[in-house]
C-alpha cells in the first residue's frame, strides 16, 4: 500500500465508524475508529520512506505491520510533538488518552466499548485524526 492508500482507506474507516456509531453499533465504530487511528499513522510512516531504502532491521518491519498505535506514532516520528501538544491541549490529550487504549483485538469485544466516544476522539479540533493528518 502507499501512502495515499492508507489516507484514503483511514478516512473511509472513519466514515464508517460515524455511520455505525450513528445506528448504535459500538464495537464496529470503536473498532474502526482505531484502524482509521492506524491508518492515518501508518500514512506517517509511508511518508518517511524513501523509494529505494531497505528496511534497516527485521523488527522494524514487524513494528511497521503491527497495530500498536503508540508504537506506530513513534515510528512515525511524532511522538515528542505528540507529547508537546497535548501537554499543551488537555482536549486533544483526553483524546488521545482514549484512542491509545485501541487495540486490534477489540473486533473480538462485545461489551464495553464506547464507539460513539471514540468515534468523537478521531475529528473536530482537537481530534486524533485531525491532528495525524498535520503530519502525512
Known amino acids: 500500500m502507499t ?3 492508507f489516507q484514503a482507506v483511514s478516512r473511509i474507516r472513519v ?3 460515524t455511520t455505525l456509531a450513528r445506528n448504535g453499533h459500538e464495537q464496529g465504530a ?6 482509521a487511528v492506524e491508518c492515518a ?3 506517517c510512516i509511508a511518508k518517511k520512506t524513501k523509494r529505494h531504502d531497505f528496511p534497516p532491521h527485521r523488527k522494524y518491519v514487524d513494528q511497521v505491520y503491527g497495530h ?3 508504537e506506530l506514532v513513534r515510528i512515525a516520528g511524532l511522538k515528542d510533538r505528540l507529547d508537546q501538544e497535548t501537554r499543551r491541549n488537555p482536549a486533544l490529550a483526553a483524546n488521545w488518552t482514549l484512542v491509545k487504549s485501541w487495540n486490534v483485538n477489540s473486533r473480538y469485544e462485545s ?3 464506547n464507539g460513539r466516544d471514540m468515534r468523537s476522539a478521531l475529528s473536530g479540533v482537537d ?3 485531525t491532528w495525524i493528518r498535520q503530519h502525512w
Open 3 to 5: 501512502r495515499k492508500d
Open 15 to 17: 466514515r464508517e465508524a
Open 30 to 35: 470503536y473498532y474502526l475508529s482505531g484502524v
Open 41 to 43: 499513522l501508518k500514512a
Open 68 to 70: 500498536d498505535l503508540e
Open 111 to 113: 461489551t464495553g466499548l
Open 127 to 129: 481530534g486524533v485524526i
